[in-house]
């Protein structure tokens, strides 16, 4: 018999699901007291980046967990979805998981931050905690939705990584390290050509997924405990949004009054106790 969720059948008649590598870092000594064994964690990183970017943040959390690396879909060393969307990169994520953990916490920045949301919607048996690192339920601005960024700030993104990954990567980290950047530049260069970079053919369909997500109408459906935490100095996903989030899922926001868009490497320890002492919580815990 098999303990593992299974994907919904609609999904796996409508999407071609690809194969996604998952990397496992096994824990690292001894469980907190209170955790008989290691927290399952996986870890999503943001749109146009990869996995190697959480390396030297999942040292601070491998004590207490068994921490799992998947690239998002077109990123790093995994292949695309077909159709290009965020429903079918979870459910590639949620379908590569299924051999690795019966079920788990989940942590994503940015996009990854989005994709968890999806994840804790489509398949709540499967996760039992969510975190949210600099995301958002909706990343455009509207007239009902004003902290959120422009299409021409995501448009520069893209155009940016098209022709420079590198150095692109380099300007969006020294922008978003809130004055910490030259003490992690040469790590952070080092961990930009570990993995593959974006695929080019979907720079654009990734601006197009990013621009068209919007799960405020969902997200109160999502059962597992939440915890959102943003900078106060984010101009791609507002602290703003992170609060309404925590709001409308009953759920907990931690604002960093000194970071910006990459929180868990511009503040890695203050975000990893906040994460760790998180995953304590019962599955449901904090729910209203």
């Known amino acids: 018999m098999n303990d593992f969720p299974m994907l919904p059948e609609p999904d796996c008649r409508e999407m071609l699901l690809p194969s996604l590598p998952v990397e496992t870092i096994a824990a690292e000594g001894a469980a907190g007291r209170d955790q008989a064994t290691p927290v399952d964690l996986l870890l999503l990183h943001g749109w146009g980046l990869h996995s190697e970017f959480f390396r030297p943040w999942a040292s601070l959390l491998a004590p207490q967990c068994r ?72 990343f455009l601005r509207a007239d009902d939705w004003q902290h959120a960024t422009t299409p021409h700030a995501l448009e520069l993104l893209r155009a940016g990584l098209a022709r420079d990954y590198t150095g692109t990567l380099a300007q969006f980290f020294e922008l978003n390290m809130a004055g910490k950047f030259r003490d992690h530049a040469d790590a952070l260069a080092a961990l930009a050509v570990k993995r593959p970079a974006v695929r080019p053919e979907v720079l654009a369909p990734g601006v197009a997924l990013t621009s068209g997500v919007d799960l405020r109408d969902e997200v109160a459906a999502i059962r597992a405990p939440l915890l959102a935490i943003s900078g106060r100095l984010d101009r791609l996903s507002y602290s703003q949004s992170s609060a309404w989030l925590a709001r409308a899922t009953g759920g907990q926001h931690v604002e960093l009054p000194h970071a910006a868009h990459v929180p868990h490497l511009s503040h890695g320890d203050e975000v990893a106790a906040h994460v760790l002492a998180h995953l304590s919580l019962p599955p449901g815990g904090t729910r209203a």
């Not at 931050?113 to 039992?128: C, H, K, M």
């Open 67 to 138: 921490i799992h690396l998947i690239d998002l879909p077109g990123h790093g060393h995994s292949p695309a979805v077909e159709p290009y969307t965020l429903d079918a990169m979870a459910a590639a994520v949620a379908n590569a998981m299924q051999a690795v953990a019966p079920t788990y916490a989940v942590a994503g920045w940015s996009l990854g931050g989005a994709v968890a949301l999806r994840l804790a919607i489509d398949f709540p048996d499967a996760v039992s905690h969510v975190v949210t690192l600099a995301s958002s339920p909706r």
